[in-house]
């Protein structure tokens, strides 16, 4: 069998901090026999030496478009706009099968050069259950913020910490009110990692997931004072929020976190705003009076970046380590050809099978 050539590289994004292998796992997969090559990133939270201790080959960062062509790339979020044919197979939260903005020019890029993705998201098990993912963390952190934000608390810009530092500030002080927290959502990663930072401050959150979905009480709803949204919907179902909501007079209602973030999307459940949010900006008031406040960060476990990246890496080595498996993997690409049908794309085009 030919080596397993992996290329960790750099995420483009500032803010982004994670990584989808660490270290100790590194050093698992080279002891393995797989070939991982780690470019030079300044923000990723491990420092390129501790690869190199694991047995990793160094890259200058970027250099991934230059690799040999049987070499798998690595990353967790969006790759630069250049080159515009892809030409690698690339593992990677693609965002590209949900119509969100920039997919079809994402998938055409990889038709142009033959290449592939393994989206991360479409990962799955038999059952469709996710093998990797950042849910928990997500929302944790969402959940998290909007806390600091309800209590006057969140500062801005954001910056990444330790589970201990965040636990510390989400502790009641004096003078704080009590207040009442929805997590929609709560029987998934996310969900759960919501209502446990909620618990963390001293809040009991109501959870809903499917049952209270499929016939929304949107009174109900409204009757919280913080509401968190981890639904990741696979088809489309009628908002949870509309413009008209904003406008209730009733509307109690006054901090809302979108976990998900498919704005831009026909499956977005949350159509109130058209934008995310980010570090620098966390937070959107979406209506005066009385007050709205949105946080809609689209990559929440960033701020946990240490432990959110070694409970990832957990769960994938394995399947990095069965890469020339039938099963997860070739569901990545099955997905990854379907969503080139729907485009208008001959399989053909792609090279990687």
Known sequence: MTELHLWLRHEVRTTERRTPVVPADARRLTESGVRLTVEESPQRIFPLEEYEAAGCHRAPTGSWVTAPPDTV????????????ALTHRHIFFGHAYKQQPGAADLLRRFAAGSGALLDLEYLVDDQGRRLAAFGFWAGYLGAALAVLQHRGRLGAPLRPTSKQELDAGLEPADGDEEFTALVVGALGRSGRG???????????ATGWDLAETRDLDRRA????????????ATTPVPPFLR???????????????DVTCDVGSPLNVLPVYD??????????????????????????????????STDFSAALLPQLLDF????PWQRCLDRFHQAGRELGIEEGEFRHD
């Not at 709803?221 to 990741?232: P, T």
């Not at 020339?324 to 099963?327: D, E, M, P």
């Open 194 to 204: 919501a209502s446990a930072a909620f618990g963390a401050a001293g809040v009991a």
């Open 275 to 308: 934008r995310t949010t980010d570090w620098t900006d966390p937070v959107r008031r979406l209506r005066k009076e009385p007050p709205l406040d949105l946080i809609a960060i689209d990559n929440l476990p960033s701020l946990l970046p240490r432990e959110s």
């Open 221 to 232: 709803l409204l009757g919280h004072d913080v509401m968190v949204n981890a639904v990741l």
């Open 73 to 84: 790339i690595l990353g967790l979020k969006e790759l630069p706009y250049d080159p515009p």
């Open 243 to 257: 413009e008209t909501d904003l406008d209730d007079p009733a509307r109690r209602l006054r901090t809302l976190c």
């Open 324 to 327: 020339a498996g039938t099963g």
